[in-house]
């Protein structure tokens, strides 16, 4: 059974960075694309960034200019490098490798005080 466990994220105040990583517990093959999803007190999920087996990348616009998602192929983990960070990135912060199956992580609560 794979496992995504995600970290790094915290508590920073507005305007600070934070970087979460996500890391496959085994090797997954085929992967078509890995994502962070978020998702807010009341809210529902919602995507934030995807990259894909190809490298291509795809951004939310409420995270455009400040996000970056980038992958370690050979260490079956993803990474979300955040900036800017503003009181509305506040969130469970989940990561999704889509592959043969779907697979999603536990999630990683980040916390952005004004």
């Known amino acids: 059974q794979v496992q995504l466990v995600e970290s790094g994220g915290s508590l920073v105040q507005a305007g600070g960075s934070l970087r979460l990583s996500c890391a496959a517990s085994k090797s997954i093959f085929s992967i078509t694309s890995m994502a962070w999803y978020r998702q807010a007190p009341g809210k529902q999920r919602e995507l934030v960034a995807v990259i894909g087996s190809g490298g291509g990348t795809n951004y939310a616009d409420s995270v455009k200019d400040r996000f970056t998602i980038s992958r370690d192929s050979a260490k079956n983990t993803v990474y979300l490098q955040m900036n800017s960070l503003k009181p509305e990135d506040t969130a469970v912060y989940y990561c999704?490798?889509?592959?043969?199956?779907?697979?999603w992580g536990q999630g990683t609560q980040v916390t952005v005080s004004s």
């Open positions: 999704r490798v889509a592959a043969t199956l779907v697979y």
